[in-house]
């Protein structure tokens, strides 16, 4: 069992900046990806970014160069910068990961960027 805590959301306005933390507790060892995932009202949840174990990043494309992924110095954590941040980021951003093919989930934590 993997256990995730996601913080650092809140309201910002259009060009700001954010950043977002998962920790990861529990049975950790066999964590192969970190991804960060958003769901807007309405929409369907989508991948926004991810790391894996080797060191791979994955951005959507609609976050290029606006959002960096990155291990943190806390063991088993991930954070997500968000810089230049637009309206239609308004989302709840979750954290995920991948742990020995399974799937875990945190709680979401909510980005506001009024239009």
């Known amino acids: 069992q993997v256990q995730l805590v996601e913080s650092g959301g809140g309201l910002v306005q259009a060009g700001g900046s954010l950043r977002l933390s998962c920790a990861a507790s529990g049975d950790t060892r066999c964590i192969s990806t970190v991804g960060w995932y958003r769901q807007a009202p309405g929409k369907e949840r989508e991948l926004v970014a991810a790391?894996?174990?080797?060191?791979?990043?994955y951005y959507a494309d609609s976050v290029k160069g606006r959002f960096t992924i990155s291990a943190g110095n806390a063991k088993n954590t991930v954070h997500l910068q968000m810089n230049s941040l637009k309206p239609e980021d308004t989302a709840v951003y979750y954290c995920n990961v991948l742990n020995s093919g399974v799937n875990y989930w945190g709680q979401g934590t909510q980005v506001t960027v009024p239009s």
């Open positions: 790391i894996t174990s080797g060191g791979t990043i």
